[in-house]
């Protein structure tokens, strides 16, 4: 699912240039992309360069779980570095100079590939998940390191094949003032209503389908393992606390999969209204934009919040942390001072 919706989606305003924009754009827009974007942008980068730093420790990649943790992290940074021009220095705002209205086209797409790549990740973390719970003796065999990695080549070359059409959609015109247009291709009736089906149900359909089930059976599998808690424990401690620690991988992911919901279903919404609906009216453009920028926003902070879930659920990670910032203040200390 693209997660920006100046991407395929088409809730933004990348494209059209408008003489006079209605107080109420105006004043979504200043909020959203002058004021509330840098800051969450800022709190997401520094959070997944962190995650990725945690996880990039031998250990800690020694897991099926942090394989998918790490390649997650790394999507959701590329996702927001390339929200951070998209938004600031979009079509929409004339008179900038002509690099930047090339870059927006490669942008938006890297935007919507690496979007995409965290959504199926997702989707592909929730099926291990669901077959180490509800199956564990086929998950020792499919849970390993080599099958993640393999599982998230796997969903990036999906994710490639079906968003490298969107590098297509927009074109520079640097005759006159400097603007980006849709191509032909991109206007061509075939390709609107066909590729548009095709990339909601890829990106959207399919995704909140499988997430919708394999969440609904790991919830409720929680609730169970609650029950059982406690009765494990009074047997064997050792088998309990393994068993909470698997818990909270199931939690964690349970968690994050409720906050893609969250910031994924207006987006779908919109996305379907725009390219499958009926034609808007003036009004109902600007509603549109509005809605837009808001859905950008709520996708940027499912971007940002994995290190603080990270960090909430797993002691481990904590530690690891823990470590990473004692090591590099004893460095820090020890280093020769300049007199």
């Known amino acids: 699912m693209d997660r920006t919706a100046t991407g395929s989606a088409g809730g933004g305003d990348n494209v059209t240039v408008a003489s006079s924009v209605p107080v109420s754009l105006q004043t979504t827009r200043l909020v959203v992309k002058s004021f509330l974007t840098p800051i969450v942008v800022t709190i997401g980068l520094f959070g997944n360069l962190l995650n990725i730093l945690v996880l990039f420790q031998v250990r800690c990649v020694s897991t099926s779980t942090n394989v998918y943790l790490l390649v997650l992290s790394l999507a959701d940074s590329v996702y927001l570095l390339m929200n951070i021009p998209l938004s600031q220095l979009s079509c929409s705002k004339p008179g900038l100079p002509l690099a930047v209205y090339k870059f927006n086209p490669y942008g938006r797409a890297i935007s919507n590939f690496s979007g995409n790549v965290a959504v199926w990740v997702t989707v592909v973390f929730t099926v291990e998940r669901y077959l180490a719970v509800c199956h564990p003796i086929h998950g020792k065999v499919w849970c390993t390191v080599h099958r993640a990695k393999l599982a998230s080549l796997a969903a990036t070359v999906l994710v490639f094949v079906n968003t490298l059409p969107t590098l297509f959609e927009l074109e520079v015109v640097s005759a006159g003032i400097p603007m980006c247009v849709e191509t032909s291709m991109a206007r061509r009736p075939s390709y609107l209503i066909g590729y548009s089906w095709w990339y909601v149900t890829v990106f959207a359909f399919i995704p909140l389908i499988f997430l919708a089930i394999f969440n609904t059976v790991l919830i ?89 879930l990270y960090s909430c659920f797993s ?22 001072t300049n007199v």
Do not use: D, H
């Open 315 to 336: 002691k481990r990670f904590r530690r690891t942390l823990a470590k990473l910032v004692f090591c590099w203040r004893r460095r820090r200390n020890m280093s020769p």
């Open 220 to 308: 409720r599998a929680l609730i169970v393992a609650g029950r059982k808690r406690q009765q494990l424990a009074l047997i064997n401690t050792g088998g309990a606390s393994q068993t909470a620690e698997q818990n909270k991988v199931t939690l964690l992911l349970v968690t994050i999969v409720m906050i893609f919901f969250v910031c994924q279903l207006p987006w779908t919404a919109i996305y379907l209204y725009k390219n499958l609906g009926p034609r808007p009216s003036a009004s109902g453009i600007i509603r549109l934009k509005i809605a837009g920028n808001v859905c950008n926003l709520l996708a940027l902070v499912n971007a940002s919040v994995n290190f603080y």
